[in-house]
């Protein structure tokens, strides 16, 4: 594995549920390399997502540790939690999520004004980002004029615009059909080895398994093979 | 008596020629005439750097020197309905799928033409921007405006207005000091609200093939009352009652 960028130790997370409390990841320790493309597998409901959240530092963990590039992201007060996130982690998710009012263009370039990027940088970087990803004739459309496979290129392009060090991806193709997920997961995958941007990627699908270079699944929430 | 009535008139003078020279006295002049309590009818046109034209059709309602407008569209179909409000310098943009507004950045490029969502808006200058007078001369008064947050369209502008208080042309820079467009005010006519320049056509040197322009079609003065700007009536369309 190349240099370590992301490492977790005994990672729990528990979540009320009504009287109850759920254990959505009881212990996980997982070491994430630099420039990996990593799958994360395992059942419906075993923390897949729970585990991601944690990492992509969109969640708090309830105990144990998150070490990225070195720095212990844990102990960051929020304020700095969130600035590390956005500058640093981008996503992709299973149901796109760009914003409905916004054309291709504008979904792609909204995360750079939130990063603060100058005019002419952001018109630089989108000129390159939608090249790479094959979108340039759809800049136009807003998300509902656009296909399921044209939805998720816009969301890659906007994941990867900012230049993120790591790209999550919740079930990316969940949503679309089988050869324009497979078209997706083969962007994606020549992505990770030109940018040499770290994928971490949760999906059941075994195409992405076989791509990838190296599969975690997580079941019961703990990691079953590391 | 005559060192008195000398005395006077100096001071009198003095605090003239300072009024006329005050920026942002200028700026307040200039949107007063730009932008007038109004229903605007405007064309704007965008030539990609492959040579295609797209057009977009526009209504404006505005009050207060812009510092309310509602812009909705008319052409091309595809945006009809997902109009914009601003209320100080927050815009929203309609959702007609969901119903919905949602909250947007005024210096997203609007569509990726070379306008923002705050020139689309035309936001104001005078709330936006602290001006400082750079030079003047018989014709024109040349301003700095540097933006007062850091999500303005532009983070500085240098804006010619010549003396019947027209804008002339505006250069925009990044924080980091690069020019990202130009921006030259043509075509003094008078649309229904007075003369003054009827469109404003912005390139960048970015890509110097692209040029995108705002051409105001025809202007009606008109006083709409405060409930027409609210978020609640991008789809209610007050206005159109009145």
């Not at chain 1, 640093?88 to 760009?98: D, E, G, T």
């Not at chain 1, 979108?135 to 998720?152: F, T, V």
């Not at chain 2, 569509?111 to 200058?125: A, E, H, Q």
Request: aromatic share 8%; hydrophobic share 40%.
């Amino acid at each position: 594995m190349s240099e370590p960028l992301i490492v977790t130790r005994h990672l729990k997370k528990d979540y009320p549920l009504g009287k109850t409390m759920v254990n959505a990841l009881r212990g996980v320790d997982v070491t994430i390399g630099r420039g990996e493309y990593l799958c994360v597998a395992g059942p419906s409901g075993a923390g897949k997502s729970t585990f991601l959240n944690l990492i992509g530092l969109l969640d708090r963990a309830t105990t144990g540790e998150i070490q990225f590039d070195g720095e212990a992201v844990e102990t960051l007060k929020p304020k700095a939690f969130h600035r590390f996130r956005r500058q640093r982690i981008a996503f992709i998710f299973q149901s796109f999520n760009l914003v409905p009012v916004l054309n291709a263009y504008e979904n792609i370039e909204f995360p750079l004004l939130i990063q603060k990027v100058e005019a002419s940088e952001r018109r630089r970087r989108i000129d390159a980002v939608t090249e790479e990803v094959g979108i340039r004739d759809w800049l136009k459309h807003r998300p509902d004029e656009l296909s399921g496979g044209q939805r998720q290129r816009v969301a890659i392009a906007r994941a990867l615009v900012t230049k993120p060090e790591v790209v999550i991806a919740d079930e990316p193709t969940a949503n679309l059909d089988s050869v324009t997920g497979r078209t997706i997961l083969d962007m994606m995958e020549r992505l990770n080895k030109e940018e040499q941007t770290t994928f971490i990627i949760a999906s059941h699908d075994g195409a992405l398994m076989d791509k990838a270079d190296r599969v975690i699944r997580i079941v019961d929430g703990l990691v079953q093979h590391a | 008596m005559k060192f008195l009535f000398v005395t006077l008139l100096s001071v009198l003078f003095a605090v003239a020629t300072w009024a006329q020279d005050d920026p942002l006295g200028i700026i307040k002049a200039m949107e007063k005439k730009m932008y007038p309590n109004a229903k605007t009818e405007m064309l704007l046109v965008h030539i990609t750097s492959q040579g295609e034209r797209e057009e977009y059709k526009l209504v404006s309602y505005t009050k207060t020197n812009n510092q309310k407008i509602i812009v909705r569209f008319t052409a091309p179909a595809r945006m009809v309905g997902s109009d914009l409000i601003m209320l100080d310098r927050n815009v929203w943009a309609f959702d007609p799928a969901s119903g919905r507004e949602v909250k947007i950045p005024t210096n997203l490029s609007f569509g990726g033409t070379g306008f923002s969502y705050g020139d689309v808006l035309r936001l104001n200058f005078s709330d936006n921007y602290v001006p400082v007078l750079q030079a003047s001369d018989a014709k024109t008064w040349t301003l700095e405006l540097t933006a007062k947050e850091r999500d303005a369209p532009y983070y500085r502008i240098v804006l010619v207005i010549d003396r019947g208080f027209n804008p002339q042309k505006g250069t925009c820079y990044t924080r980091a000091g690069d020019l990202v467009k130009t921006m030259d005010y043509t075509e003094p006519k008078d649309q229904g609200a007075g003369t003054k320049p009827a469109t404003i056509t912005v390139k960048s040197p970015l890509d110097e093939k692209e040029v995108s322009s705002l051409t105001i079609v025809k202007e009606t003065r008109k006083d709409y009352p405060d409930n027409v700007f609210n978020k609640r009536n991008l789809s209610a369309r007050l206005e159109e009652k009145l």
